[in-house]
């Protein structure tokens, strides 16, 4: 058969996370796809680091995408441990979802390849890997098909459908061709971000799989994440200022990598005798955006139509679920149950209702993510200790909480009389916090202490600082009450 002159309901343009993920659904719903990807598999997307979480298997055992190999020989995380320097560190319990109680640092290559497979051999779909998609076909205002070349081949093929989709990542050119509006953007903070995969990192002091959270306090934040194949995936992020200054002198990724984890002393010990086995990858600039999601004859999912910044590990997770939205309201619009518009202003509504939230508490805290003055540390430290907070914390990743109901003003007054309480017990008993950062098992072989100092040198004095605090945020409820 001649494809270019077959008709299909569908074209998907880009095939990871979410133009995959819609094929099958679309494919599930009776529809013939054509399914395009640039790329071949298995490879790595554009950039992303690896975290998935029960919510997004969720959405995978829907179409019947097998954890066994998306997952393969990966380890489940159950704990996550968050530090700051060698100040305080928490652990957090990964609430357990639908079944799952534990997240993956997955293989981004592997994942992708196991959906594309998935979609590949779901009845309804074609799915040409290495096609590079150049262009649009129109009728008049309306999109009715793609043009663009295989890998090695300079013919040009043409293809037509009812509906044309943009999977096709940040730089989506099929919302370029369609000139399709931004919304939502936010410039306001900027973000960069660089990792790599590496071998033989050294364990943390527990003796299974985490995710470990580091922060300096200075603008940057750390991930070491046990991964795939007895790996570990090593992120830095920050504010990109920050970041920049970091690169003076340090022209290439690797330089600019190596500098940013020599300036985290716990992070640089655990890479002793690591070896780096990928190039570093990374972004200089992250944007945050919306794009208006459709239009005659086309439409967008995943990051072509919301990009956000990285820090919750959230992408996947929205690029699946907007190829739900998607395939669900078109379904339906093709079983006559609604017109084209209302199904795809339908598709518009269920991405804000699901994503827009997230958007907004990941960019506050962003925002927020530089606490360089006493009374932030210790509010910090205070908050770490909390089991209640870091058991509401450590669902919010796996959207089964909302950051607004946890940082409430009673919450954060709560948080800090309870701290001072108990720093003042323990300056009194000498008890150790529980928030003190143990020594990594590499410094335990070399006699290195218990590293509390920031609690012995703050510890009785932190209510010094917090007094004055509570009582403004007591006097803030307290205003809010009385209107
Ligand atoms: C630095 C960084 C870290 C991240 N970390 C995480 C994380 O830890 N957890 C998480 O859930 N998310 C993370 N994300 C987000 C996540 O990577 C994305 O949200 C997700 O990959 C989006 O999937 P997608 O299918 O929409 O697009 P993509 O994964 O970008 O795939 C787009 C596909 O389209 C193809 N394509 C593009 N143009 C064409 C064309 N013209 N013709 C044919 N094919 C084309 C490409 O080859 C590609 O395969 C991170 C993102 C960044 C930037």
């Known amino acids: 058969m001649n494809l270019s002159e077959s008709h299909f309901d569908v074209i998907i343009v880009g095939g990871r996370p979410s133009g995959a993920t819609l094929a099958t659904r679309l494919a599930q719903g009776g529809l013939r796809v054509l399914l395009l990807d640039r790329a071949t598999f298995p490879s790595l997307p554009a950039v992303s680091s690896p975290i998935i979480y029960a919510c997004t298997m969720a959405l995978l055992d829907e179409i019947g995408a097998p954890e066994a190999e998306y997952a393969h020989n990966t380890p489940k995380i159950r704990k996550l441990v968050s530090e700051t320097r060698d100040y305080y560190r928490a652990i957090a319990v990964i609430p357990e979802d639908r079944g799952r109680d534990y997240a993956y640092a997955i293989d981004r290559a592997r994942f992708d390849h196991a959906l594309w497979r998935h979609a590949a051999n779901a009845h309804g779909v074609t799915a040409i890997e290495g096609f590079g998609v150049t262009d649009l076909l129109w009728e008049g205002e309306r999109v009715v098909g793609i043009e663009g070349r295989r890998h090695n081949s300079r013919a040009t093929e043409r293809f037509y459908a009812d509906l044309v989709v943009g999977a096709d990542g940040r730089w989506s050119l099929v919302a370029r061709k369609v000139e399709a509006p931004l919304y939502n953007v936010d410039e306001s903070v900027a973000t960069s971000l660089y990792y790599a995969y590496w071998r033989n990192v050294q364990p943390y002091d527990l003796n299974e799989p985490l995710m470990v959270a580091h922060g300096t306090l200075d603008g940057l934040g750390y991930l070491i994440m046990d991964s795939a194949d007895d790996t570990a995936a090593v992120v830095c992020e920050g504010h990109a200022e920050v970041i920049e200054g970091f690169s003076q002198g340090a022209g290439a990724p690797e330089a600019l990598y190596e500098a940013l984890l020599r300036h985290a002393p716990r992070?640089?010990?655990?890479?002793?005798?690591?070896?780096?086995?990928?190039?570093?990858?990374?972004?200089?600039?992250?944007?945050?955006?919306?794009?208006?999601?459709?239009?005659?004859?086309?439409?967008?999912?995943?990051?072509?139509?919301?990009?956000?910044?990285?820090?919750?590990?959230?992408?996947?997770?929205?690029?699946?679920?907007?190829?739900?939205?998607?395939?669900?309201?078109?379904?339906?619009?093709?079983?006559?149950?609604?017109?084209?518009?209302?199904?795809?202003?339908?598709?518009?509504?269920?991405?804000?209702?699901?994503?827009?939230?997230?958007?907004?508490?990941?960019?506050?805290?962003?925002?927020?993510?530089?606490?360089?003055?006493?009374?932030?540390?210790?509010?910090?430290?205070?908050?770490?200790?909390?089991?209640?907070?870091?058991?509401?914390?450590?669902?919010?990743?796996?959207?089964?909480?909302?950051?607004?109901?946890?940082?409430?003003?009673?919450?954060?007054?709560?948080?800090?009389?309870?701290?001072?309480?108990?720093?003042?017990?323990?300056?009194?008993?000498?008890?150790?916090?529980?928030?003190?950062?143990?020594?990594?098992p590499i410094e335990r072989a070399q006699g290195v202490q218990e590293t509390s100092s920031y609690q012995q040198r703050l510890g009785c004095l932190g209510w010094l600082f917090a007094l004055p605090a509570i009582m403004m945020f007591g006097g803030l409820a307290a205003l809010r009450r009385a209107r």
Do not use: C
């Open 267 to 440: 992070i640089w010990a655990r890479l002793q005798g690591a070896e780096r086995i990928t190039t570093v990858r990374g972004l200089k600039h992250t944007p945050n955006y919306y794009r208006q999601p459709y239009g005659a004859g086309w439409a967008l999912v995943g990051d072509a139509v919301h990009h956000k910044d990285p820090l919750g590990g959230q992408g996947v997770y929205d690029a699946v679920f907007s190829a739900k939205a998607l395939a669900e309201q078109y379904l339906a619009y093709k079983r006559g149950a609604m017109d084209y518009e209302s199904a795809l202003r339908g598709y518009q509504a269920r991405l804000e209702e699901e994503t827009l939230p997230v958007y907004r508490n990941t960019l506050a805290a962003r925002a927020n993510l530089t606490p360089n003055f006493p009374f932030q540390r210790l509010l910090g430290r205070y908050l770490m200790e909390s089991p209640d907070v870091m058991e509401a914390l450590a669902r919010v990743p796996a959207r089964m909480g909302d950051m607004t109901q946890i940082m409430t003003t009673r919450n954060i007054v709560l948080t800090l009389a309870r701290g001072v309480a108990s720093d003042a017990r323990r300056a009194l008993t000498g008890e150790l916090s529980p928030s003190a950062v143990p020594p990594l």
